[in-house]
């Protein structure tokens, strides 16, 4: 079956600091991938998605690049703040010739601490 | 804005006594879910509603049922809480007209089990 396999945290950062959180899957044929964050207490947020190989999705700063060949959506970030604290989910979800695309996959999150 | 709004917020419930959690949304999806949130894990999906269809997960308890009584509203119902149902509890909302399956969570609901 379909799987998420993520950096395991915590991450502990500066502010400014490079970011890189790795996310490798397991699926067959072209699923959709997204990374989800969710701050403390809060539900889910969408925080980019890609739907196609060398596709890069991007959203406040954060961007992450579908590589195929690697099996890998790693999400990366110039210069991270202290306003980035949260916890960082990876998702994939099937195509949706494949009949099962209203499902995710997560992988089990990484929390990232971003200090002053 | 469209959303999906989630009441309440926390819920504090005695062991066996039956709780029903909330999710309504403004977005007109079709297919709605419910997710079981435990501390530093993933959210588990424990069943989603396509339309009027109800799909159970495998391993989601008997303890746990569903209701969505029209397109806008969706409930979670705990017949029997116990210590181990203690967790947060998230909705989401997705539709199926797209080529990706996006899904739109709620803030969730913490429940606490006495």
């Known amino acids: 079956g379909d799987s998420v396999t993520q950096m395991e945290g915590p991450v502990t950062l500066s502010e400014e600091a490079f970011l890189t959180i790795n996310c490798t899957y397991t699926?067959?044929?072209?699923?959709?991938l997204f990374w989800y964050v969710q701050y403390p207490g809060e539900g889910l947020q969408l925080l980019l998605k890609?739907?196609?190989?060398?596709d890069k999705g991007s959203n406040k700063g954060f961007e992450a690049t579908y590589r195929k060949e690697t099996t890998s959506f790693h999400l990366e970030k110039g210069s991270v703040q202290v306003s980035d604290s949260a916890v960082y989910f990876c998702?994939?979800?099937?195509?949706?010739?494949?009949?099962?695309?209203?499902?995710?996959?997560f992988g089990k999150g990484t929390l990232l601490t971003v200090n002053p | 804005d469209a959303m999906v709004i989630q009441n309440p917020r926390y819920q504090v419930t005695q062991f066996g006594k039956p709780v029903t959690l909330s999710c309504s949304q403004t977005?007109?999806?079709?297919?709605m879910y419910w997710y079981q949130q435990k501390s530093s894990q993933a959210p588990k999906l424990l069943f989603h509603?396509?339309?009027?269809?109800?799909?159970n997960e495998a391993d989601t308890p008997d303890n746990f049922q569903s209701r969505r009584p029209n397109t806008s509203f969706c409930f979670l119902d705990i017949r029997s809480p116990g210590l181990g149902d203690a967790a947060m509890y998230l909705c989401?909302?997705?539709?199926?007209?797209?080529?990706?399956?996006?899904?739109?969570f709620g803030p969730g609901t913490r429940l606490t089990v006495l």
């Open positions: 989401a909302t997705s539709a199926t007209s797209g080529l990706y399956n996006e899904q739109f």
């Open positions: 699926a067959t044929g072209y699923p959709s």
């Open positions: 890609a739907t196609k190989a060398d």
């Open positions: 998702a994939l979800s099937p195509p949706p010739w494949e009949g099962s695309n209203y499902k995710l996959t």
């Open positions: 977005l007109n999806h079709n297919v």
């Open positions: 509603y396509y339309d009027k269809d109800f799909n």
